[in-house]
């Protein structure tokens, strides 16, 4: 199913997206009685979306994830409509405590809050930290900027990067913060660093478009709080995994949604890429990594209502549980041992019209990346699996693109610190001013 998934399903002979019997379907409503939805007299704007119907957004709302008790972060700004994609909203100095998240000398830590789009076009918001080094760039131009796409990886919002940065570390900070240490080395060679929390108000884990677009915006609004030299600033861009799903919805939203920033962006690195959703209901639902299915899915739906029309009670249960505000760790722990298909009213959801739907959504197929790409996975992953990267790579070369392939020892977890070295050095190389070289020759 496309709404929730977990746990290792006996499934010995059966595909991990093969139907349910109807029988069985049918048996969860009746056996699970509706969870307990509130009523709304009026629909916040996060959980609006032009065409669904009260019943839908009300499930939306009671599945996003619960607030901060950070205005910044909290607060849905009024009139976006008037706002500009990247027009900055509100800024805040947080030195005093990001500087200590830093760990490297750090002159100053900023936060940005601007207007973005969601997937659906319509006005958003997001938010960033900005960290400026306290070591003076020596190297040729401006001083660069390293946009790094942390994979935040969690359903709630206390678990982006922006509030670690500006509440300091608890048991919600991801250790992706630090490790691996893009952050750090940027800081002390110089570069200013621009963390966006990606997944967007709503959390909207696993979905590229919205990461992307906020991504770009942040880069927009920072371009306001620092306007000099600012287009003269080489820019390049980093993410492994979650911050991989980031990155390819960047790269694929330059050329359409901010051609302005092009001619800065020299590059973008991208490890342990979940390039096709399709692929990881195979490889994910029902085994060890059901539980980051389970989130990312969810994500998905919460920016996609469509997925909530055909969730079950069953679903619905697990979906408003504080399952919603899980950090990434904790949604790594989950498991229940059954497919995830229990968990729609649709007996076959993973080859229905909203699969459809969420495959073409995240798949992003058939568009040309906006700068030169550094793609790297590790040749043993069995759960991301290494194909969807090579068609990533393949897809590139054919559209006319610069990109480069390579394979790295390990499987997920390891092939991120094996992959490292190249990727960092691929990255120094762009932001000192050397062109990327052509891996599709």
């Given amino acids: 199913m496309l709404v929730l998934g977990l ?23 009746k056996a699970i009685p509706p969870a307990p939805i509130p009523h709304l007299a009026t629909i916040p704007p996060r959980a609006y979306n032009a065409g669904f119907d009260q019943a839908t ?70 938010t960033a930290t900005i960290i400026t080094p306290a070591n003076v760039w020596k190297g040729p131009g401006a001083r660069p900027i390293l946009v790094n796409d ?17 509440h300091g570390y608890s048991t919600k900070t991801s250790t992706f913060n630090f490790i691996p240490p893009d952050t750090i080395n940027a800081l002390l060679n110089g570069y200013e660093v621009i963390l966006p929390d990606h997944e967007g108000p709503r959390m909207a884990y696993g979905e590229p478009t919205v990461a992307g677009r906020i991504t770009l915006d942040s880069l927009r609004a920072m371009g306001q709080v620092e306007p000099k030299d600012f287009a003269k600033r080489r820019t390049a861009l980093t993410g492994y995994s979650g911050g991989a799903i980031a990155v390819h919805g960047t790269v694929k939203e330059i050329d359409s949604y901010a ?30 990594a059901a539980g980051i299915f389970l989130a990312a899915e969810l994500g998905i739906a919460r920016e996609h209502p469509e997925m909530l029309t055909i969730m079950n009670n069953a679903g619905k249960w697990l979906s408003t549980s504080p399952v919603k505000d899980f950090c990434g760790v904790q949604a790594g722990r989950i498991a229940i041992p059954v ?17 459809d739907m969420v ?42 693109a610069n990109s480069s392939f390579t394979l790295v020892p390990g499987e997920h977890a390891i092939g991120a610190l094996t992959g490292y070295p190249a990727q960092w050095n691929w990255l120094e190389r762009r932001l000192n001013g050397i062109p990327a070289p052509n891996g599709c020759a």
């Fill in 7 to 29: 746990g290792p399903a006996a499934q010995a002979t059966a595909a991990p997206d093969d139907p349910l019997p109807l029988p069985v379907v049918q048996g969860i409503d």
């Fill in 359 to 400: 495959y073409k959504e995240t798949g992003l197929k058939n568009i040309k990346a906006g700068t030169p790409l550094f793609i790297y996975q590790g040749v043993n992953e069995w759960w991301i699996p290494v194909q969807g990267a090579i068609n990533l790579h393949v897809e590139q070369c054919r559209l006319g």
């Fill in 150 to 166: 942390i994979p935040i990886v969690s359903l709630g919002a206390q678990c982006s990067p922006g509030y670690s940065f500006a």
């Fill in 259 to 288: 051609p302005e920033l092009k001619p800065q962006l020299v590059g973008a690195a991208l490890g342990g890429v979940p390039a096709d959703f399709h692929m990881l209901v195979n490889s994910m639902n029902g085994n060890l």
């Fill in 57 to 126: 957004l009300e499930t939306r709302a009671a599945l996003l994830p619960a607030y901060t008790g950070d205005r910044f972060f909290d607060q849905w700004p009024s009139g976006l409509d008037t706002k500009k994609p990247g027009q900055l909203l509100e800024k805040r100095d947080v030195t005093p405590v990001g500087r200590l998240l830093s760990i490297v000398p750090t002159a100053k830590v900023t936060q940005i809050k601007f207007r973005t789009t969601d997937s659906h076009d319509a006005p958003s918001f997001g």
């Fill in 339 to 355: 497919p995830t298909q229990v968990f729609s009213s649709d007996p076959d959801p993973y080859h229905s019209p909203v699969a």
